[in-house]
């Protein structure tokens, strides 16, 4: 019993030794408290080293002894994997209702026009050289900031703006792209610029084709093919028109988008 | 009914179901309108009925090998105990076979209800595989296994090579069954492509052969066979715990003792191997398209992976607690010592195989060149160095170096459910982060290993330095038995419903668009109540066959050529 309680001891002061040195090293608090369970979790198996030895079980009070224990793995499991952060399906759920409402609507695999999304993205890029040219003429000195309209309201067929931002989300970009703050950064370059360099066709092609552009700093990811080459075939050609046309809108000089290099 | 009118029709069923299965395939009407499954949906029926087969298949499937291995063991050491063990195991594979081949047949027939399009495309995809190979390989192994263990009393004495011959030929069989219906499996993740052509191009010009041998078939194959011998090994172990607790004398006591011990060592070798087979059929798996390396590291199934981390360490506490227990009734245990330079390198070793890892990633060789000979230094050096240590102190430094490779391992990048959603209060600081990097993952993994290794090597020489008395182990250790069946059958499930949900909005990745209203991936909480239902109605199942088989053996006391094996019989 001394043993057990001297182990405790040592459990707790590692414990709290992990939390408070995890504390002083600016670990978040799940983190902190993460470190603490792993101790928790050693000393629990220090404690069933020196367990006292049981006997071997027999008849009914094996098979209930065994039946418990099966009910505390079944629990164990189920409830401990319930504790972990939990994936909302409703984003997902969201997807497929857009694209299942859109197959109902007509065409499944291009409901919108092509040509339309390139007519009403040139209207948007002059409408947005037109306000580069206001904001410069009142001598900011600011670079030059335009982002995308946040809550353009109901979707319409017709609204490729809505649907490259719908895409985005669909095809899972933000996994690897950093835009509006948001999404990882570091496995894609952050595209919050990208209009500056590259012009609707260009996105798209890159979209099409990965291999046809480069990030500059992402060579290793280029080389290795990262980027999938999945698009042209998953996405129909307005789909993929649609988003580079919404990524083209995106020229936030502020950020360090990196300079796309032609290869191909 | 006798055995084999038994076992005959329930091979003529499964026929029955295949052929009826895969010819309604033409007669299907085609865009006609899939069922809705009552009370679980579409998704989760196909997932309860497809694990449950797979479960069944891999025992069926590892059991073989494992049998092979011990009856050629006890022919080799004329140690009658693993005959024994090899006809009790084979006994109720034959029952599960039976099991499996009815499940199979059910299978497919809730794919036909559920996804009849697609399934009707898979199979048009796959015909000669489905309509013949499978099922001709089926009934092959299903002759040579009952032919393997009806001649197992004819085919003894001189005639021993010929029965573990045919033993072998089972196998070769089994395995080319694995490997036909990997084909497909492995086709609806990793689909045929070609650069410059579009996937529907690249399946146009595709021989069946490119179809089957696409870009995760090998891999599966080789993670499937490892982790079947391994799981194979648990489910034996598992009844050796069964029947050790039911056993009615000391020495049956200590036959199934050794049973669970030789079962449980044949598992953890192939176990110790099963993370890195994995690891190659996920590298392939990114290889082929990098969103999966998102989708299961970082992303959706982020957690999942988290869950696999905490099930695999505690699968390795398991094991070598097992050894913990084993050691306490070997005689003359305290004598055994080993080199200093054991648990000197366990403690190195996380340290060392991370920064390596992290220096020379894979493929730069220079890791390796870092850490074989930091992994070999014990067993070649360890003789030059005078100090030694304890058994008992050599085991609780790996318990410790257990724990911190585990926790090292279940450290996440984050603690969010996605990481394109991820808050700064919940993920790792920018100086740390490398503790959430794969180089730092697999260093945690090599280092449990290496921990588990040196606590069975010194296990194996105290075995050879102290005398075994079979049937004193601590009771205790029959719970650590029933639990690691639990737990691989448990992980077993949750990686393949991760292989599974990789495909997302897809059946066939690219290929076949899957915009059902259950495409979505499910919560890491629905997924593992639904994993520990089917592994408990496996458990029912194989106890029942284990009631079924060995049972009457019991009752009836047994034939002369298992003879008892007294306990303190080295």
Redesign the interface.
């Given at each position: 019993m001394g043993k057990a309680i001297f182990k405790l001891v040592i459990g707790l002061a590692v414990g709290s030794g992990l939390w408070f040195t995890a504390k002083a090293?600016?670990?978040?608090?799940?983190?902190q408290w993460?470190?603490f369970i792993?101790a928790a979790?050693?000393t629990v198996?220090?404690l069933?080293?020196d367990?006292p030895?049981?006997?071997?079980?027999?008849?009914w009070g094996?098979?209930a002894?065994?039946f418990l224990?099966?009910g505390v793995?079944?629990v164990g499991?189920?409830a401990?994997?319930?504790l972990?952060?939990?994936?909302?399906?409703e984003?997902?759920?969201g997807k497929?209702a857009r694209?299942?409402s859109s197959?109902k609507s007509g065409n499944p695999l291009d409901p919108w026009k092509a040509d339309e999304v390139i007519q009403r993205t040139k209207e948007l890029d002059e409408k947005v050289k037109e306000l580069e040219a206001r904001i410069k003429a009142l001598g900011s000195g600011q670079p030059t900031v335009v982002q995308p309209e946040r809550d353009p309201g109901p979707r319409t067929v017709g609204d490729p703006m809505k649907i490259g931002e719908e895409q985005w989300q669909l095809q899972?970009c933000?996994?690897?792209h950093k835009l509006r703050g948001?999404?990882?950064k570091k496995?894609g370059p952050e595209l919050d610029n990208i209009g500056t360099y590259l012009t609707v066709d260009q996105i798209k092609q890159k979209i099409m084709d990965p291999k046809s552009y480069m990030a500059t700093g992402f060579e290793k990811e280029w080389e290795?093919?990262?980027?999938?080459?999945?698009f042209?075939?998953?996405m129909s050609d307005g789909e993929i028109t649609a988003l580079a046309a919404w990524l083209y809108t995106f020229k936030n000089t502020a950020v360090d988008t990196p300079i796309p290099v032609k290869k191909k | 009914m006798n055995i084999p009118t038994r076992n005959l029709v329930t091979l003529l069923a499964f026929l029955a179901l295949c052929l009826a299965g895969v010819s309604s395939v033409y007669a299907q009407t085609p865009g006609a309108s899939s069922l809705e499954f009552p009370y679980t949906g579409n998704r989760a029926a196909v997932w309860i009925v497809a694990q449950f087969h797979t479960l069944l298949g891999a025992f069926v499937l590892g059991a073989p090998i494992f049998v092979v291995i011990a009856e050629w063991l006890g022919y080799r050491k004329q140690d009658l105990r693993y005959d024994r063990m090899a006809k009790e195991v084979t006994k109720i594979t034959v029952i599960l076979f039976s099991l499996t081949a009815l499940t199979g047949g059910l299978f497919i027939f809730v794919l036909l209800a559920t996804y009849p399009q697609f399934t009707t495309w898979l199979i048009n995809q796959f015909y000669l595989v489905f309509a013949v190979i499978y099922p001709l390989m089926f009934i092959l192994g299903a002759i040579a296994l009952y032919a393997y263990f009806y001649t197992w009393d004819a085919w003894k004495g001189e005639k021993k090579g010929r029965h573990i011959a045919l033993g072998v030929l089972l196998n070769l069989l089994c395995l080319a069954t694995m490997f036909a219906i990997n084909g497909p499996t492995s086709f609806m993740n990793t689909p045929v492509k070609e650069?410059g052509i579009?996937?529907?191009e690249a399946l146009a010009v595709a021989t069946l052969w490119d179809k089957i041998a696409n870009a995760s078939w090998m891999p599966l194959n080789i993670h499937r066979i490892d982790g079947n011998i391994a799981f194979g090994g648990f489910v034996v172990g598992l009844i050796a715990a069964?029947m050790?607790?039911?056993?009615?004398s000391q020495e049956e006591?200590a036959y199934y003792d050794w049973m669970g011990f030789t079962a449980n060592l044949i598992a953890v070798g192939a176990m110790l191997l099963q993370p890195f087979t994995g690891l190659l059929l996920a590298y392939e798996m990114c290889d082929y398209?990098?969103?999966f390396c998102?989708?299961m590291m970082?992303?959706?199934l982020s957690?999942f992976f988290?869950?696999q981390g905490?099930?695999v360490g505690l699968m390795f506490?398991g094991c070598n607690?097992y050894v913990?227990l084993s050691l306490?009734r070997i005689q003359g245990v305290e004598q055994v010592r080993m080199t200093v330079l054991a648990p000197v390198v366990m403690v190195l070793f996380p340290p060392v195989a991370i920064w390596g890892l992290t220096t020379y990633w894979i493929p730069e060789p220079m890791s390796l060149a870092i850490l074989i000979p930091l992994a070999l230094a014990p067993f070649l050096l360890g003789r030059f160095i005078p100090m030694t240590v304890s058994v008992q102190t050599v085991m609780?430094v790996g318990?410790?170096m257990v724990?911190?490779s585990d926790?090292i391992w279940?450290?996440p990048n984050g603690?969010?459910?996605?990481?394109?959603?991820m808050v700064?209060?919940?993920?790792?600081?920018e100086?740390?982060d490398f503790i959430g990097k794969m180089p730092t993952k697999l260093g945690a993994i090599l280092s449990l290993v290496f921990a588990t290794t040196i606590n069975y090597a010194l296990y194996g020489k105290a075995i050879r330095q102290g005398t075994i008395v079979w049937g004193k182990?601590?009771?205790?250790s029959?719970?650590v038995l029933?639990?690691l069946a639990?737990?691989s059958i448990?992980a077993m499930g949750l990686m393949g419903a991760v292989r599974s949900l990789l495909r997302k909005?897809f059946h066939t990745y690219?290929l076949i668009?899957d915009?059902?209203?259950e495409?979505?991936?499910?919560?890491?909480?629905y997924?593992?109540?639904l994993?520990?239902g089917i592994?408990?109605v496996f458990?029912i199942v194989v106890s029942v066959a284990v009631f079924v088989a060995l049972r009457p053996l019991e009752l009836k006391g047994r034939e002369p050529e298992g003879s008892p094996v007294p306990a303190g019989t080295k």
């Amino acid at each position: 019993m001394g043993k057990a309680i001297f182990k405790l001891v040592i459990g707790l002061a590692v414990g709290s030794g992990l939390w408070f040195t995890a504390k002083a090293l600016g670990f978040p608090s799940v983190f902190q408290w993460a470190f603490f369970i792993y101790a928790a979790i050693g000393t629990v198996v220090f404690l069933l080293l020196d367990i006292p030895s049981m006997k071997p079980q027999s008849g009914w009070g094996a098979a209930a002894s065994v039946f418990l224990f099966f009910g505390v793995l079944c629990v164990g499991y189920g409830a401990g994997a319930s504790l972990l952060p939990q994936f909302d399906p409703e984003d997902e759920k969201g997807k497929t209702a857009r694209v299942l409402s859109s197959a109902k609507s007509g065409n499944p695999l291009d409901p919108w026009k092509a040509d339309e999304v390139i007519q009403r993205t040139k209207e948007l890029d002059e409408k947005v050289k037109e306000l580069e040219a206001r904001i410069k003429a009142l001598g900011s000195g600011q670079p030059t900031v335009v982002q995308p309209e946040r809550d353009p309201g109901p979707r319409t067929v017709g609204d490729p703006m809505k649907i490259g931002e719908e895409q985005w989300q669909l095809q899972e970009c933000y996994n690897c792209h950093k835009l509006r703050g948001e999404g990882g950064k570091k496995r894609g370059p952050e595209l919050d610029n990208i209009g500056t360099y590259l012009t609707v066709d260009q996105i798209k092609q890159k979209i099409m084709d990965p291999k046809s552009y480069m990030a500059t700093g992402f060579e290793k990811e280029w080389e290795k093919g990262r980027m999938p080459d999945k698009f042209k075939d998953v996405m129909s050609d307005g789909e993929i028109t649609a988003l580079a046309a919404w990524l083209y809108t995106f020229k936030n000089t502020a950020v360090d988008t990196p300079i796309p290099v032609k290869k191909k | 009914m006798n055995i084999p009118t038994r076992n005959l029709v329930t091979l003529l069923a499964f026929l029955a179901l295949c052929l009826a299965g895969v010819s309604s395939v033409y007669a299907q009407t085609p865009g006609a309108s899939s069922l809705e499954f009552p009370y679980t949906g579409n998704r989760a029926a196909v997932w309860i009925v497809a694990q449950f087969h797979t479960l069944l298949g891999a025992f069926v499937l590892g059991a073989p090998i494992f049998v092979v291995i011990a009856e050629w063991l006890g022919y080799r050491k004329q140690d009658l105990r693993y005959d024994r063990m090899a006809k009790e195991v084979t006994k109720i594979t034959v029952i599960l076979f039976s099991l499996t081949a009815l499940t199979g047949g059910l299978f497919i027939f809730v794919l036909l209800a559920t996804y009849p399009q697609f399934t009707t495309w898979l199979i048009n995809q796959f015909y000669l595989v489905f309509a013949v190979i499978y099922p001709l390989m089926f009934i092959l192994g299903a002759i040579a296994l009952y032919a393997y263990f009806y001649t197992w009393d004819a085919w003894k004495g001189e005639k021993k090579g010929r029965h573990i011959a045919l033993g072998v030929l089972l196998n070769l069989l089994c395995l080319a069954t694995m490997f036909a219906i990997n084909g497909p499996t492995s086709f609806m993740n990793t689909p045929v492509k070609e650069e410059g052509i579009s996937p529907m191009e690249a399946l146009a010009v595709a021989t069946l052969w490119d179809k089957i041998a696409n870009a995760s078939w090998m891999p599966l194959n080789i993670h499937r066979i490892d982790g079947n011998i391994a799981f194979g090994g648990f489910v034996v172990g598992l009844i050796a715990a069964y029947m050790h607790m039911s056993a009615k004398s000391q020495e049956e006591r200590a036959y199934y003792d050794w049973m669970g011990f030789t079962a449980n060592l044949i598992a953890v070798g192939a176990m110790l191997l099963q993370p890195f087979t994995g690891l190659l059929l996920a590298y392939e798996m990114c290889d082929y398209d990098f969103s999966f390396c998102q989708y299961m590291m970082v992303e959706q199934l982020s957690m999942f992976f988290e869950m696999q981390g905490a099930i695999v360490g505690l699968m390795f506490l398991g094991c070598n607690y097992y050894v913990w227990l084993s050691l306490r009734r070997i005689q003359g245990v305290e004598q055994v010592r080993m080199t200093v330079l054991a648990p000197v390198v366990m403690v190195l070793f996380p340290p060392v195989a991370i920064w390596g890892l992290t220096t020379y990633w894979i493929p730069e060789p220079m890791s390796l060149a870092i850490l074989i000979p930091l992994a070999l230094a014990p067993f070649l050096l360890g003789r030059f160095i005078p100090m030694t240590v304890s058994v008992q102190t050599v085991m609780k430094v790996g318990f410790l170096m257990v724990v911190v490779s585990d926790a090292i391992w279940l450290t996440p990048n984050g603690f969010a459910a996605t990481g394109a959603r991820m808050v700064e209060d919940l993920k790792l600081p920018e100086a740390w982060d490398f503790i959430g990097k794969m180089p730092t993952k697999l260093g945690a993994i090599l280092s449990l290993v290496f921990a588990t290794t040196i606590n069975y090597a010194l296990y194996g020489k105290a075995i050879r330095q102290g005398t075994i008395v079979w049937g004193k182990i601590d009771g205790i250790s029959q719970f650590v038995l029933i639990f690691l069946a639990f737990t691989s059958i448990w992980a077993m499930g949750l990686m393949g419903a991760v292989r599974s949900l990789l495909r997302k909005y897809f059946h066939t990745y690219n290929l076949i668009p899957d915009f059902t209203a259950e495409s979505f991936t499910p919560t890491l909480s629905y997924s593992a109540w639904l994993i520990t239902g089917i592994t408990v109605v496996f458990f029912i199942v194989v106890s029942v066959a284990v009631f079924v088989a060995l049972r009457p053996l019991e009752l009836k006391g047994r034939e002369p050529e298992g003879s008892p094996v007294p306990a303190g019989t080295k």
